[in-house]
């Protein structure tokens, strides 16, 4: 088993991860839309029950982005949920002493396992998901600067033949008039001299792949659901959807997100045990799972 890291090596982590090569997109803006949107589907699987002073969205950012969060007693706020570092370890590479320092904290808190510290942890190596949902996000956001640039392309130019400048400027102003709406356009009979437009691109539709490209969206989205534990879909859209297609990836989809409710479900009852804060965690899985099946069925049985 490999070394849990401490919050410095993730943050250098993170910082790697955000550097461009030749195969990656940059940290760009479509990058961090969609890392929001999927950390938001991943929030989406887990419903907390917090220490009243504790915010949820300061709890989520660092237990599943970074990997972990620390739980401490302080005279100054009573428990605190905080970033931490380990300041000894097992034989067996635990943690059974946390640091925490904080701007609002008179001091450096030294905390002891089990006794006025816990640690609540998503993954074994408490690793946390940013590379899993930069690495979708990163080809989400691939995907969609081929959608633009294809629709880009996809626009028709069009060419007429003009023997002089006065002609060509008479001819781009007839079409720049035809294309905004106007319903009449005259022009002396001798511009067009019985001319059409013509594309300069002839064949514009055999180059449209937007719909094979929102398709290739669409199963890397369900690729980043399954990997994190949210029930979809994981076929190709068919006329009809039978029962054993629709729960094909039921355990692919539970593989991972057991393994994390698992690990923050103990470390919360641990917790629990010296501290009286009452946390506790659920899931949203079978919830959902539920509401969407419930939904497929019923369109399956409305096809008949």
């Known amino acids: 088993m490999s070394n849990p890291i401490t919050f410095q090596e993730q943050m250098f ?20 839309y969609y890392k929001r949107m999927l950390y938001t589907k991943l929030f989406s699987c887990y419903k907390f029950s917090l220490a009243k002073e504790w915010a949820l969205n300061w709890f989520r950012y660092w237990l599943f982005p970074w990997g972990s969060i620390g ?3 302080t005279r ?16 067996q590479y635990q943690p059974l002493k946390i640091l925490v320092t904080n701007s609002h904290l008179r001091e450096t808190k030294h905390g002891v396992i089990g006794v006025n510290a816990g640690i609540i ?4 190596d408490y690793y946390g998901l940013d590379d899993v949902v930069t690495r979708y996000a990163e080809m989400l956001a691939q995907c969609e600067r081929s959608i633009n640039v ?8 069009m060419y007429a033949e003009a023997p002089t400048k006065k002609v060509a400027s008479d001819i781009q102003e007839a079409y720049s008039q035809a294309t905004s709406g106007k319903p009449l356009v005259v022009l002396n009979k001798n511009v067009m001299r019985g001319q059409t437009f013509n594309p300069i691109l002839g064949d514009v539709a055999r180059n449209f792949i937007v719909p094979e490209l929102f398709e290739s969206r669409r199963s890397i989205l369900s690729a980043f659901l399954t990997e ?13 959807l039978t029962q054993g297609e629709y729960t094909e990836n ?5 593989a991972v997100i057991s393994v994390i409710y698992d690990n923050i479900k103990a470390d919360m009852e641990e917790i629990n045990k010296f501290s009286g804060l009452n946390l506790s965690v659920s899931l949203r899985y079978e919830e959902i799972r539920r509401m969407d099946k419930d939904e497929v069925l019923t369109q399956d049985k409305g096809g008949e």
Do not use: F
């Open 13 to 32: 982590l993170e910082h790697m991860n955000l550097q461009p090569s030749s195969v990656k997109a940059t940290d760009n803006i479509s990058v961090s």
């Open 71 to 73: 739980v401490i007693y």
């Open 76 to 91: 100054e706020y009573g428990w605190i949920c905080n970033p931490y570092s380990v300041e000894k370890w097992s034989h």
């Open 121 to 124: 942890h998503a993954m074994d």
């Open 150 to 157: 294809n629709y880009m392309n996809s626009n028709v130019s």
């Open 228 to 240: 994190i534990g949210i029930h979809n879909v994981a076929v190709q859209k068919k006329e009809r």
């Open 250 to 254: 039921d355990d692919e989809t539970k």
